[in-house]
């Protein structure tokens, strides 16, 4: 089946500093992904969705320049936390999806603890 | 707008019995209906999925769910469960299409005693 690779799976940081993500499809081409944030015991909550070549489009509340995201090509978005606090410790998951009417297919997620 | 309800927060079966976990939805066109289990630390797994067709889906471990457009539902049943199955399952609704955003439901803890 469909493969993501996220990763790093776990990253532990000071605050102030900016922390890279990565979500790789690596047996299929992803015309989108989506990046997800989930707090402890709770569902997800859609951060953004991205189409490659184009830039990311936000939910409501979500500060785009706190959390870039690129998807430069069909098999690899970035989400980078900038200037990271111990608020945004949580849980990052991503997806992708494919093209052909294909369901999205999860990454392992990365938690993301900042001291 | 769209939405997603599972009623069960925690549900607790012994292994080698049946299984259901509920989930309710609320859409205004033909939903695209998904199951997902999540084990801990983990990300999403896609045990199942609804557009069309027959309405009693088969997925992946043993399990099947029935869309009720009826009663708004799509449940998702196990004849016998396994310890490894305890774990987090989300229900999703999403409109047709591959790159559409989901909704998910609460989810369900499910906790299997020997």
């Known amino acids: 089946g469909a493969v993501v690779s996220q990763h790093p799976s776990w990253v532990i940081c000071k605050s102030g500093t900016s922390v890279k993500i990565e979500c790789r499809s690596l047996?299929?081409?992803?015309?989108?992904m989506f990046w997800y944030r989930q707090f402890p015991k709770q569902s997800l909550m859609l951060m953004a969705t991205?189409?490659?070549?184009?830039?990311?489009?936000?939910e409501q509340g979500v500060e785009k320049d706190k959390f870039l995201i690129n998807h430069a090509s069909l098999t690899l978005s970035t989400l980078t936390v900038t200037s990271a606090h111990p608020e945004d410790s949580s849980f990052y998951i991503c997806?992708?999806?494919?093209?052909?009417?294909?369901?999205?297919?999860f990454g392992d997620g990365t938690r993301l603890s900042i001291l | 707008a769209q939405s997603v309800t599972q009623p069960d927060i925690h549900i607790t079966v012994s292994e080698g019995a049946s299984l259901e976990l509920r989930c309710n939805y609320s859409?205004?066109?033909?939903?695209?209906l998904f199951w997902y289990v999540q084990s801990p630390g983990q990300g999403l797994q896609l045990l199942l999925k609804?557009?069309?067709?027959?309405?009693l889906v088969q997925g992946i471990k043993g399990f099947e769910a029935e869309f009720k457009r009826s009663q708004s539902s799509f449940n998702l049943r196990k004849p016998s469960v396994h310890w490894s199955d305890a774990a987090e399952y989300f229900c999703?609704?999403?409109?047709?299409?591959?790159?559409?955003?989901?909704?998910f439901g609460t989810g369900t803890r499910l906790q299997v005693t020997l």
């Open positions: 997806s992708a999806a494919g093209r052909g009417g294909q369901p999205q297919h």
């Open positions: 047996d299929f081409q992803a015309t989108t």
């Open positions: 991205s189409n490659e070549g184009s830039k990311a489009t936000y």
């Open positions: 859409y205004g066109a033909t939903p695209y």
């Open positions: 609804y557009f069309s067709g027959d309405t």
């Open positions: 999703a609704v999403g409109p047709t299409g591959t790159a559409s955003k989901l909704t």
